[in-house]
């Protein structure tokens, strides 16, 4: 509630974002963007607001905004919600939250029209993602309207189109100009941006890594530390004992430790870094760990400036670390591949003396904190690994059975399964989007060759066009079905639910967890050989919070019963 005068109003949802992007609350009333907004949907728009860099200042945003509520004023229209993120919208690994809340706002019928500001600021992936959008809007007779380019998308869908295309093809050569000024700067040993390892920083303009005054003491501590072969886990409980912090003030782990450890860059060299890449083989914004020196012409590593550690300190960290290492064991090594999952709790289940999390520790779950950041941060606790998974499965299944059919608990679990047991389904849907979005993209590019360009022969036009549309037709088809719920009839009996477990194994367990729970606080033992039953000791957060639960001992009772005539139906089939 906010109040102006006498009058006491209600606030509206984008206040927080409105004033963060300074706007007083008197131009917001002068913008009709200060009480909520209700009504006819057709009457109603969201406007969507995004940076790709911090670079863009609030004062521009401001003025697109203002620009934006005037076309939308000039078309009586009211702005319902403003939606706003700093996002890339070239990338497709990139998913903009905002975007998709704008945009569903609108498939939900709370509005009939999206304001944006220009028609890069939608999108620069092209009319193979605007095309699927107008698509969707279309079928709800909503629109997307432009203000900058003043497009309407009921009226001027061509024009969108070419216009979308022409922002894909900048946002390629942007990238492609990025890429070059960063392989330039590595091999001039210049710093090209980003978070600098503990213990350096780039003084602004040298384009130099240089020792941080505030850090380097404790980075070269840790650094002493590594070259007398102590352990990454010894050292993150030395420093947190002494109440020594990261440079977020956090404390310090095993994992941070050997990440510095790892790191080319804390020697003072440009690192050569491959990108991760995804299933289709385009860049992502990750790279791999790790890396090895970026060499010269002679093959000498080159400098970006001062490290904490010389280049052969880095080499005999790593060979220390790599000595460590033993074969079959979580301890370095990386010959084994995808490890199997066996610890069907891990994410969910809680130490009970500082509500961290516990992880797989073999046979038992062990306080994660503890483990990683030394007996300063957590007494720490353990439990059987074996105990407390067979204690929460036969908890979970009480639980559900205590559900009715109809409980959206069921239906997320049952969506959930159905996730995990059919991952293809979701590749497949992200193929046929990619290879959508390359058709219309080729569409385009024929009818602007034809039209605009006047050198090709029309009955080869006409072949051609004819060709795209049919596949772009049946890839429509096949992502339509795709999106089609998948039918959850034959999941929504809890026995069906207590068969799918008995089966689900250990990865398949931890989603059907995951889908009723958010976590479970295990309170630590009253002393050595506490026999208190598992079940007394957790402390469950169930996602239902609201429903009724049918007793504990009953309800595991009756799971009993459930296997036993599901086992007596087995074999008797």
């Known amino acids: 509630m906010v109040t102006f005068g006498d009058r006491m109003t209600m606030e509206r949802e984008d206040l927080t974002t409105l004033r963060s992007l300074g706007f007083e609350d008197d131009e917001l009333r002068d913008l009709g963007l200060w009480e909520p907004v209700t009504g006819d949907p057709s009457e109603l728009a969201e406007m969507y607001l995004r940076r790709s860099k911090k670079k863009d200042t609030l004062t521009s945003l401001r003025q697109q905004v203002r620009e934006m509520c005037g076309h939308a004023r000039s078309e009586n229209m009211r702005v319902r919600h403003l939606w706003f993120e700093q996002r890339s919208a070239s990338k497709a690994s990139v998913r903009r939250e905002e975007f998709e809340k704008a945009t569903g706002a609108v498939v939900a019928g709370c509005s009939k029209t999206l304001y944006v500001y220009k028609t890069s600021r939608l999108s620069r992936r092209g009319m193979g993602q605007v095309g699927l959008l107008l698509d969707e809007f279309d079928a709800r007779q909503a629109r997307i309207c432009v203000t900058a380019e003043r497009i309407d998308s009921s009226k001027s869908r061509m024009i969108l189109a070419i216009l979308s295309e022409q922002a894909r093809e900048q946002a390629a050569d942007i990238s492609q100009f990025a890429k070059l000024s960063i392989t330039a700067n590595k091999s001039e040993g210049k710093w ?41 886990a010894w050292i993150a409980n030395r420093l947190n004992s002494e109440g020594i912090r990261t440079r977020h003030g956090r404390m310090w782990t095993d994992s941070g430790i050997i990440s510095l450890a790892h790191s080319v860059t804390w020697a003072g060299l440009v690192a050569n870094r491959e990108k991760m890449r995804d299933a289709h083989g ?22 970006l400036g001062q490290g904490v550690i010389s280049f052969s300190e880095h080499v005999k960290i790593a060979s220390i670390l790599a ?17 199997e999952m066996v610890a069907i709790l891990s994410e969910l289940l809680r130490c009970g003396h500082c509500q961290g999390p516990m992880e797989n520790g073999g046979i038992n779950y062990r306080c994660q904190a ?9 007494k720490g606790m353990s439990t059987e690994r074996a105990r407390i998974d067979k204690e929460v499965a036969g908890v979970w299944e009480a639980h559900i059975l ?23 389904k979701e590749r497949r849907k992200q193929e046929v ?42 890839m429509k088809a096949e992502l339509k079905e795709l999106g ?3 039918d959850l009839s034959t999941l929504m009996h809890p026995d069906a639910l207590t068969l799918l477990w008995s089966g689900a194994g250990a990865s398949g367990q931890r989603a059907l967890l995951r889908a009723a729970m958010r976590k479970i606080v295990l309170a630590p033992p009253k002393g050595r050989g506490d026999r208190t039953p598992l079940s007394k000791r957790m402390v ?34």
């Open 192 to 232: 090209t941006g980003g978070v600098t390892p503990f213990g350096l920083h780039s003084p602004k303009g040298s384009g130099k890594l240089a020792r941080n005054p505030k850090e380097y003491p404790t980075a070269r501590r840790i650094a002493v530390y590594l070259l007398n072969r102590k352990t990454p």
């Open 282 to 303: 385009n860049e992502l914004d990750k790279y791999h760990r790790g890396g090895t020196p970026l060499l010269d012409k002679k093959g000498h590593p080159i400098s």
């Open 323 to 339: 000595d460590r290492a033993q074969p079959g064991t979580t301890i370095g090594d990386r010959t084994r591949g995808k490890r």
């Open 370 to 378: 503890r483990q990683r950041q030394g007996s300063s941060s957590c």
């Open 402 to 424: 205590g559900l009715s059919p109809e409980s959206e608990v069921i239906h997320a679990i049952a969506r959930k399964w159905l996730d995990y047991k059919d991952p293809a």
């Open 433 to 474: 989007i990619a290879a959508l979005e390359s058709a219309a993209s080729r569409e385009l590019k024929l009818q602007k060759e034809f039209f605009l360009g006047g050198g090709m022969d029309e009955t080869l036009y006409d072949s051609l066009r004819r060709e795209l549309s049919e596949q772009i037709s049946t």
């Open 484 to 486: 089609k719920d998948a």
């Open 540 to 573: 469950i957060d169930w996602i239902d919070k609201d429903s009724d639960d049918t007793p504990l001992d009953e309800a595991i009772r009756h799971v009993e019963k459930t296997r036993l005539a599901l086992k007596g139906a087995r074999d008797a089939t």
